[in-house]
């Protein structure tokens, strides 16, 4: 009986240990991201979308006369 006790008790100890090991290793996690300012690229980009449509509905208009 004491035999399985012991292989027992040596089975969960090392069962376990990697979850105890992991907490003690383990990394901090990463800092928070900066936000990064999407505005002058994307501000761009829509007038440039903007003077394309304007200029394909003013081609449109213009074959049809």
Same mark, same amino acid.
Not at 2 to 7: W, Y
Not at 48 to 54: F, H, I, T
């Given at each position: 009986m004491?035999?399985?006790? +012991?292989?027992l008790?040596? *089975? +969960?100890? =090392?069962? *376990?240990? #990697? ?10 996690? #990463? #800092?928070? #991201?900066?936000p ?5 690229? =994307?501000? =761009?980009?829509?007038? +440039?979308?903007? +003077? ?14």
């Open positions: 004491k035999k399985i006790f +012991a292989t008790l040596v *089975l +969960a100890g =090392l069962s *376990l240990s #990697p979850y105890f090991m992991k907490s003690a290793i383990a990394q901090p996690p #990463p #800092p928070d #991201p900066k990064i300012p999407i505005d002058g690229g =994307l501000s =761009l980009l829509v007038a +440039a979308g903007v +003077a394309y449509g304007a200029r394909k509905v003013y081609k449109s208009f213009k074959e049809k006369e």
